[in-house]
Structure formats: structure tokens, C-alpha cells
């Protein structure tokens, strides 16, 4: 009920007859008065231009100092993209001729192993013919020995056959050169 009470004398006031300085009633808030409304514009222009200097010049510049601010983030971002993509397409370059030279590398080294396999086999060849030649003069070279000793070995023999044969002791400086007239023979 308290409620009621407030809300019907806020009701009566605002519906009662608005009354004037001069006490004279029959003002209300829809009647248009000229000394009104000029306190209304003065009032309203001397706010503004206080807020002109005070308030407006202030906000402007702190809006030019944050459109310099956002320009400059915008022209920083559109160079740090052009250098992005500077620094992109040099990494591509300087990977194809890191790729390029890579495969040139694996290239020459298989062509210096090849070349390589080529000198060994030839050095392997040429050194298996020199075993194969020194082989042949070493069975040569033994071969002659070993004709040699068996000529000696035939001529002692043929001496000794010789001497049972005769019945006679020859001396040993006559045996060389029967043994060496054999052998010759032989």
C-alpha cells in the first residue's frame, strides 16, 4: 500500500499545473516560451564550445594519434608481409640451388667412383699380369734349377753307373768333366 501511495503523488505531480517564478500559473512542459528556448541555445552553445576546447580538441587528437598509430601498424604489416614473401621466395631459391648443387655433388661422386672403379680395375689387371709374368719367370727360373740339378744328378748317376761299370775309381776333377760332357749330351 506504501507503494500505491508514491506512485499516486508521483502521478499528481506530474499532472499538476506547472507554476512560473512569477507564480503565475498555466505553464506547462508543451507550451513554448522565446526566453526558453534562447537560455536553451545559449546554454547549449556555451557547452559546446567549452567542450570544444576542453573535451574535442583532445579527443580529435587522440583519434588522429590512433589513426597514425593503426596506419602506421597497417603499412608495418603490409612491409612485414612483402618481406615475408621477399624471404620466402629467396629460402625457395636457395633451396632449388641447395637441391641443384646436392645433385650435382651425388653426380660427380658417382662419376668419381666410377672413375675410381676404373683405376682399380685397371691397377688390379696390370698388377695380376705382373704376378702372372713374375709367376711365369720364377717357374722359368725353376725350371732352368731344376734341369740343372737334374743334369748333375744324371751326370753322378751316369758316373757312378759308369764306375761300377768299369770297375774303376775316377778321380773327382775327371768326373766333373765326364759329368759335364754327359750332361751337354743330354
Given at each position: ?7 499516486t ?11 512560473t ?23 547549449f ?18 583519434l ?20 615475408a614473401a621477399?624471404?620466402?621466395?629467396r ?12 645433385s650435382?655433388?651425388?653426380?660427380n661422386?658417382?662419376?668419381?667412383a ?5 683405376t ?10 705382373r704376378?702372372?709374368?713374375?709367376a711365369?719367370?720364377?717357374?722359368e ?13 744324371s ?7 759308369a764306375?761300377k761299370l ?15 760332357r ?5
Amino acid at each position: 500500500m506504501a507503494e500505491e501511495i508514491q506512485v499516486t503523488s508521483v502521478i499528481e505531480v506530474a499532472s499538476a499545473p506547472a507554476t512560473t517564478q512569477s507564480g503565475h500559473g498555466g505553464g506547462d512542459y508543451t507550451s513554448f516560451s522565446v526566453p526558453m528556448m534562447a537560455m536553451t541555445w545559449v546554454t547549449f552553445l556555451i557547452a559546446a564550445a567549452i567542450l570544444y576546447k576542453v573535451a574535442w580538441k583532445p579527443i580529435l587528437r587522440a583519434l588522429d594519434a590512433r589513426e597514425s598509430k593503426i596506419r602506421k601498424s597497417v603499412e608495418d604489416a603490409e612491409k612485414a608481409r612483402k618481406d615475408a614473401a621477399e624471404t620466402e621466395a629467396r629460402c625457395r631459391a636457395m633451396l632449388a640451388d641447395a637441391q641443384k648443387q646436392a645433385s650435382q655433388t651425388v653426380e660427380n661422386g658417382r662419376a668419381t667412383a666410377e672413375e675410381l672403379a676404373r683405376t682399380i680395375e685397371s691397377r688390379a689387371r696390370e698388377e695380376a699380369a705382373r704376378a702372372v709374368q713374375n709367376a711365369k719367370r720364377e717357374i722359368e727360373a725353376a725350371a732352368v734349377v731344376a734341369r740343372e740339378s737334374l743334369r748333375r744328378e744324371s751326370a753322378d748317376l751316369a758316373i757312378s753307373i759308369a764306375s761300377k761299370l768299369m770297375d774303376e775309381n775316377v778321380d773327382s776333377a775327371r768326373n766333373r768333366e765326364l759329368a759335364a760332357r754327359l750332361a751337354g749330351q743330354i
